[in-house]
């Protein structure tokens, strides 16, 4: 606060904050030095904040200092430079400076000793050359990251909002951390450099100030600045040492009184703030046209025997680096990136320097003593004291702890600024910002989870209207072809008027069920004439359905009604299953079982022939299937479409004629247990329908022999046939399944009717992967 | 007599008077609340797994209001217990899943695409559409649509779909929370790369 | 080499650890005890050396029961302090089984069966106090007079129950102000209402922990927020009561330096745990508590009201920190609780 400058800045003290041993004397007492060329740079792609940049060179590639290696990604990112010329070595995975201690892409470059600049191309004359984005533009080119704190791309901030008008630019030289001392050395050296970077800021940004704050125990650089700042307007404002004076919020409502929203970025209150470091880079970006390869970067700790600042090329391995400060590696007790307050321990000495890297802190144990243990929280309230953002520290931690986040953030735990202040007093050893950081964490993934959900709700209601949209279609065609059927029906056949009429014997018929139960539970008084009753019924019902059958069936030829058919035969089936539990009724009551067993018997033949009408008109509702077995086969020539049809036909009349010799088998066998007379005749009946399948399944496979033959021939698709090899092995299964679970359950008929089945289908895979075999043989491929 | 009626006149005045202010009240002040299934759907995971028997989280939400139990949701596991506990007033139960069913770790399908044989069964399956593929031609899962529901798992005939566990990344990793009180909250690391 | 991975900070401070600060609690009670002891004999020491021994003893078998680590809860110190307070606030006529069955309400049932250290809503020392006064009133009421010290055998005798003590006993300045309050002419004749600038030796004892309170905000071991407030309310509301009717209401620096006023403000009332946390939030609860121990020494069935008081506002603690979050940076208002 000298007089020479005019009146001293008025400041506004922050609550809270804290007086840690300064400990700077360590590293503040020589010049900089050149640190050493490592034998590699490793370049992590994302050293800045922001989307990680994207590397545009080669393993093998041999480039210059300053050429760019790696390009920006999306608007917050930024690109990568060669810190020195040489070879790309590597370009893959390598420990990072990241907490988590995973590893990230890094681009691994080999110096070649020769330290060659590509070409640059330096703006001495900035102040007229160019518009004020076209430098901006430039600095983004030049991979400036704030160099401070969480390395914010710069051109960023350099390029506000219109609505954002700009009073106060401040840069950032106050370096409260305890240790650290780069920004100190490089004031008292290069003070005329970063005023010229706050000149070249101040050209862009235009603030009505400008504004340098430091901290008190600075003298020489506050010195050396206000020499260099004389005439040009630039306001040195020195603050008293407090931690943490120098995060950004705090130093903004020391030099304005003004404070950032929670929430929200210093533009909006009409503030830019840059770190002292990242206004040099961005000066030699300028002049020189340099991109940011290098920085300052203290090397202190009281393991080092030559502690002080060093000029390090990004990208340099701390090995490197703490070799060449002298480190007695084995008294190394912890390694911090960053100042004992707000840095990270690394968990490697391969993990490299980057833009952000203002420290490294190389502890002695007895220096930095391990955390103690935990103790439980007294709620003394020296952490509220102390919080430069005046917040509950002691209430974010006991919400943190149970995971409450609701709470926690409306304490406010999203404005922590995790200082460290709070932990720094706490008498109990409460690790206070890792449970802040914990808290944050799961706020961020709850976040993003929520996200995801609302996305997934959307992509879920989405799908279903879709789906919804496809019935409603296929709706639609339907009774567009409905109508034409019927147009074209024989006329005089009312389908509705039938179908209401079925619907209403079935309805009939059910009642007259339920009745006839009822009367069975009640005592069975007359028993035998609700018996006859529903007999009756069933007939008239049977009769409806059979005639909206024959008018459904009359003028299938051409388009068939699926939908009518499919009713059909759900009536038939659901008609069939009514007269079987009829049937199981009267057994159990003593009747004359023979009559309800035979009628049963021909509701069970009819709902199957209404279901193999159902199959028959399949085509129809198959393409809309296309995982079944035709849609696996599309789009043929018209001779083998002519084939799949006939095929199909075939199918069906396997699938019934094999149906009603299952049937008429269980009719034989009921029938010689019950010592019917009629044996020969239903044996007779067996017979003609086994032939009748046999001759079926003959011509089927015949065609289906062929197909494969045809397939292999054309030297057709693989994958088809893999496919059908995949589905033909996959319905076995389904069937070894259903199998297994029918002999848990005992049923003997169903199992023997299942292991036909099963062998069916064995045979059919086999079938199927013989012939994909024999394909692939045919074309000569080897297949694992 | 008079004073009766006069009494029961300002009675009735009186309530005629609060009886317009209350309902012009309840007109100007009514609560545009979410409809409560909206709510309950806000709070489930969108897994749309259908792990709690109905096909798809909204239908579930639908259930819940109609007095279904709300701990049938493993995906969202307790959390989602205790929330949907707290939005309807209901007594906290224990989540309702099979014994190992593991509820925290995040999981996304991944196909084997070589051995994928293109047959779309897993496309249909799939609520939230994250699978993209043809009939006969290679499928992939879109990861970051994944929720990680298993329903695609069962229909795949050649069995190539796995559900794999996703690995913190640099963007989703964070600090865990530390032991706790009468412990220490650090990690030693031998280094051996000097 | 080995490194470690934690979290920052990576340095702390240097007066850092809780046993510490409970320490220096005790330690700012010196005054006091020693006052204690030359105007009522050697009864508070005795107090003290069975209470630290029972509280360690008791908090060390609750945590033995629940598998907790005993030495390390231990050395946070905690149990000490709270039996040296309980100690000071009883009698110094006390026997030793009182000591005790107030040890064990506070340390068993205030403080352990909450979860201990930390997870107490309430003043334990006070819990142990006031279930000795409702359970044991003649015993907890029966002061010595001042200046009239026994001697160490007789104080000896006394906790092991076998002497008659109340020859030696007298009325307090509260328990005689309660007695003949509104009377002008018994209150003039009460020598004890009348020492050098309030009750007779009540005074220095209250002086005496004064003194200690001011070395703990000294040592920034308490902050300001809770004495100021509560000696501020006591002051405040017994002004006008005192100015319209000094014969019925007493002076509010009787009230400062009667009874528990001090002990009260730099001691109890500052238990953190218990009370509120905020700044704001502790001016209002110390200056609640002020005007509850006005209310009920002026008006209720209780010569002295600092346990009362403060219990009361134990429940209220919460609630005002509910209140009273301070407006954090970068926010224009301060949050009202956390609101649902």
């Known amino acids: 606060m000298n007089a020479s400058i005019g009146k001293p800045r008025p400041l506004f003290d922050f609550h ?128 400036i990251a704030g160099m401070g704190g969480a390395g914010f791309p710069a051109a960023i901030k350099l390029s506000p909002k219109p609505e954002h008008k700009i009073d106060q630019l401040i840069i950032n030289a106050v370096e409260c951390e305890p240790y650290i001392t780069a920004d100190d050395v490089l004031m008292r050296e290069r003070a005329e450099q970063i005023i010229g970077g706050i000149e070249i800021l101040r050209h862009i940004l235009k603030p009505k100030e400008a504004i340098v704050g430091i901290e008190d125990n600075k003298p020489e650089a506050i010195e050396a600045m206000r020499r260099a700042a004389t005439g040009t307007g630039i306001e040195i404002a020195v603050v008293p040492t407090k931690y943490p004076s120098g995060g950004e919020k705090q130093l903004i409502y020391m030099l304005t009184g003004k404070e950032v929203p929670s929430g929200g970025i210093p533009a909006q209150i009409g503030v830019v703030c840059h770190n002292t470091g990242t206004t040099l880079a961005i000066y030699r970006a300028i002049v020189y046209g340099e991109p940011l390869v290098s920085r300052i970067t203290t090397l202190t700790g009281k393991a080092l025997a030559e502690a002080g600042n060093f000029e390090v090329l990004i990208g340099t391995p701390v090995a490197s680096l703490l070799k060449a400060a002298g480190a007695d590696m084995d008294k190394i007790g912890r390694l911090v990136m960053g100042g004992p307050m707000m840095g990270f321990t690394l968990h490697s000495t391969a993990i490299p320097v980057v833009k952000t890297s203002n420290c490294i802190l190389a502890a002695t144990e007895q220096e930095l003593p391990a955390p103690a243990t935990e103790q439980p929280c007294i709620r003394c309230g020296s952490c509220a004291d102390v919080c430069p953002a005046d917040l509950l520290p002691q209430q974010l931690y006991w919400y943190a702890k149970n995971q409450d986040l609701e709470r926690a953030q409306q304490y406010n735990l999203m404005d922590c600024i995790e200082c460290g202040a709070c932990a720094y007093v706490c008498p109990s050893h409460i690790p206070l910002v890792q449970y802040y950081r914990f808290a944050k964490g799961e706020v961020r993934n709850a976040l993003q989870e929520q996200q995801k959900a609302d996305r997934a709700r959307v992509r879920f209601e989405a799908r279903q209207q879709r789906l919804a949209d496809e019935q409603a279609e296929k709706e639609a065609r339907r009774k567009a072809r409905l109508q034409g059927s019927k147009a074209s029906a024989a006329p005089g056949v009312d389908m ?68 009518a058919l499919k009713a059909a035969s759900l009536a038939a089936s659901a008609e069939y299953k009514a007269a079987v539990k009829a049937m199981k009724a009267a057994e159990a009551a003593g009747e004359d079982v023979s009559a309800l067993r035979s009628a049963a018997d021909a509701l069970k033949a009819k709902a199957d022939a209404a279901k193999a009408a159902v199959r028959d008109a399949g085509p129809a509702i198959q393409t809309a299937a296309p995982s079944s077995a035709s849609a696996a086969v599309p789009e043929k020539s018209d001779d083998t479409a002519q084939r799949a049809q006939k095929m199909k036909a075939l199918k069906t009349a396997y699938n019934v004629s094999h149906k009603q010799f299952k049937e008429a088998s269980a009719a034989l066998e009921r029938a010689e247990r019950d010592g019917s007379d009629n044996l020969d005749e239903l044996r007779k009946q067996v017979e003609r329908f086994k032939l009748k399948s046999d001759k079926a399944k003959e011509a089927l496979n015949l065609l289906v022999d062929q197909a494969k033959a045809d397939i292999r021939a054309s030297g057709s698709d693989l994958k088809s046939l893999k496919i059908e090899a995949a589905q033909t092995e996959a319905a076995a299964r389904q069937k070894a399944r259903e199998l297994d679970a029918a002999k848990i359950n005992g049923d003997d008929q169903r199992i023997n009717v299942l292991t036909r089945e099963l062998e069916a289908l064995k045979r059919e895979a086999e079938v199927a992967a013989g012939a994909l075999k024999a394909a692939i043989d045919e074309q000569g491929l080897a297949d694992s | 007599m008079t004073t009766i009626l006069l009494a029961v006149a300002a009675l009735f005045a009186l309530a005629a008077v609060f009886g317009a202010l209350l309902g012009f009240a309840s007109e100007k002040f009514r609560v545009e609340g979410d409809p409560i299934v909206d709510q309950i759907d806000a709070l489930l995971p969108q897994t749309q797994c259908g792990q709690c028997g109905h096909p798809g989280c909204r239908p579930y939400a639908e259930a819940i209001a109609s007095g279904e139990e709300h701990n049938r949701c493993p995906p969202g596991g307790e959390t989602t217990v205790v929330a949907l506990s707290e939005l309807l007033g209901r007594e906290v139960l224990p989540l309702d899943a099979e014994e190992g069913s593991a509820g925290d770790v995040k999981r996304v399908a991944v196909i084997r695409e070589d051995e994928c044989i293109g047959c779309t069964k897993c496309i249909q399956a799939c609520p939230v559409d994250a699978i993209v593929g043809a009939a006969k031609l290679m499928h992939t899962v879109i990861a970051d649509e994944c929720t990680g529901c298993d329903l695609c798992v069962e229909p795949c005939p050649v069995d190539c779909i796995d559900m794999v566990e996703v690995a913190p990344t640099l963007n989703t990793w964070h600090w865990q929370r530390p032991p706790g009180i009468g412990s220490k909250p650090s990690n030693q690391i031998p280094v051996v790369n000097l | 080499m080995s490194l470690i991975t934690v979290t920052s900070p990576h340095t702390t401070g240097q007066r850092n650890h809780t046993g510490a600060f409970m320490r220096q609690v005790i330690y700012a009670t010196i005054p006091g005890v020693a006052v204690l002891t030359w105007l009522f004999g050697w009864g508070t020491l005795f107090n003290l050396i069975i209470a630290v021994p029972a509280a360690l003893i008791a908090e060390a078998a609750v945590l033995k029961a629940r598998g907790r680590d005993v030495r390390f809860a231990l050395s946070d110190w905690s149990a000490v302090l709270t039996a040296v307070l309980l100690a000071i606030a009883i009698p110094p006529t006390s026997p030793w089984w009182l000591i005790v069955i107030g040890i064990v309400a506070a340390i068993v049932v205030a403080k352990q069966l909450y979860g201990g250290l930390g997870m107490n809503p309430f003043n334990p020392a006070m819990v142990g106090y006031v279930v000795l006064l409702i359970s044991f009133p003649l015993e907890m009421t029966r002061w010595i007079a001042p200046h009239e010290a026994p001697s160490w055998f007789d104080s000896f005798r006394m906790v092991l129950a076998s002497a008659n003590v109340d020859a030696i006993t007298g009325a307090t300045p509260l328990d005689s102000l309660r007695t003949w309050a509104g009377n002008a002419e018994q209150l003039a004749s009460q020598p004890i209402l009348h020492g050098s600038f309030a009750g007779a030796g009540w005074e220095w004892v209250n002086l005496a922990f004064l003194l200690g309170g001011i070395y703990l905000l000294a040592r920034k071991i308490i902050s300001w927020h809770i004495p100021v407030g509560m000696l501020a309310g006591m002051a405040l509301i017994a002004l006008p009561f005192w100015l319209a009717d000094d014969v019925r209401y007493a002076s509010p620096l009787f009230h400062l330096f009667s009874g528990a006023a001090m002990f009260g403000a730099f001691f109890i009332a500052t238990d953190p745990v218990s009370a509120a946390t905020s700044r704001y939030g502790r001016l209002i609860y110390g200056a609640l508590i002020g005007v509850l121990v006005w209310v009920i020494r002026s008006n209720g069935g209780y010569p002295d009201a600092v346990a009362f008081a403060v219990l009361l506002m134990n429940m209220a603690a919460p609630t005002i920190d509910y209140y009273t979050q301070p407006r954090s940076y970068g926010h224009r208002k301060a949050k009202r609780g956390a609101s649902r």
């Not at chain 1, 590293?27 to 792609?45: C, F, G, T």
Request: glycine share 6%; proline share 10%.
């Open chain 1, 16 to 143: 809270g904050g804290i007086h840690p041993p300064q400990n700077k004397e360590l590293s503040n007492q020589r010049p900089i030095r050149q640190a050493p060329l490592p034998e590699q740079l490793i370049l992590p792609l994302n050293m800045h904040l922001g989307a990680p940049a994207k590397a545009i060179v080669q393993v093998g590639d041999t480039v210059l200092k300053g050429e760019k290696i790696a390009e920006a990604q999306g608007a917050v990112s930024l690109p990568v430079h060669a810190p020195t010329s040489g070879k790309i070595v590597a370009i893959g995975p390598r420990p990072i400076q990241h907490p988590s201690g995973l590893d990230a892409p890094c681009i691994v470059l080999e110096p070649d000793g020769k330290d060659l600049w590509c070409e640059l191309h330096p703006l001495p004359d900035w102040q007229t050359c160019c518009p004020p984005s076209a430098l901006v533009a430039r600095l983004r080119e030049a991979g």
């Open chain 1, 496 to 563: 509705a008027a039938l179908k209401a009429a079925s619907l209403q014997a079935s309805a009939a018929y059910k009642a007259a069920v339920k009745a006839l139960k009822a009367a069975e539970v009640d005592g069975r008084d007359q028993l035998a004439a609700l018996t006859s009753e529903v007999e009756q019924l069933k007939a008239k019902a049977d009769a409806a359905k059979a005639a909206v059958r024959d008018a459904g069936n009359a003028p299938a030829a051409p388009v068939v009604d699926v939908a």
